[in-house]
């Protein structure tokens, strides 16, 4: 949640996919984010699909009330999984070990323009304060990536 509300400063909509019917941070952390108008919440929801030709389109999205799926277009997905990788939907696609981490160098994975971060990056150490600082450096080049490619266009 944490994570969806820092994206606020750089995204003009972000997205809180939760897997179950409400959160478990804590009630401030709740609040802030239930009262930023940037942050809608897709209740009770998975990721199930990864979709594109190249790079990120679209998710495909499980209900876990009826079991339905939507397709979701996108720009840019944020995966904050929790302790146990969620990893499924890159399988085939990012390089993940026999556990289900994200197979890394640094913050980038063999996918270019695809960074990992957090504990699905590290699993050595599971700390906040790890993950925090992995995902500041994805962020850093991630912005590098993107102004090389911007480069590269002109």
Same mark, same amino acid.
Not at 114 to 118: D, I, P
């Given at each position: 949640m944490e994570e969806a509300h820092v994206l606020t400063r750089y995204a003009s909509e972000v997205i809180i996919i939760h897997r179950r019917g409400d959160f478990k941070a804590s009630a401030a952390m709740q609040e802030k984010v239930k009262n930023n108008?940037?942050?809608k919440i897709l209740w009770n929801t998975e990721v199930v699909k990864a979709n594109g030709e190249g790079r990120l389109e679209s998710v495909d999205l499980?209900?876990?009330m009826d079991n339905s799926v +939507? +397709?979701?277009p996108l720009d840019g997905l944020f995966i904050a999984i929790g302790h146990v990788p969620a990893t499924e939907i890159f399988k085939g696609k990012v390089e993940l070990d026999e556990r289900g981490f994200v197979i890394n160098r640094g913050t980038k994975t063999n996918v270019p323009g %695809?960074? %990992?971060?957090?504990d699905v990056h590290d699993h050595a150490y599971e700390q906040a %304060? +790890?993950?925090a600082g992995f995902g500041c450096m994805a962020g850093m080049d991630v912005l590098r990536y993107l102004e090389e490619s911007e480069n590269k266009a002109k």
């Open positions: 108008p940037k942050i499980k209900n876990n +939507t +397709t979701l %695809v960074f %990992v971060s957090g %304060v +790890t993950a």
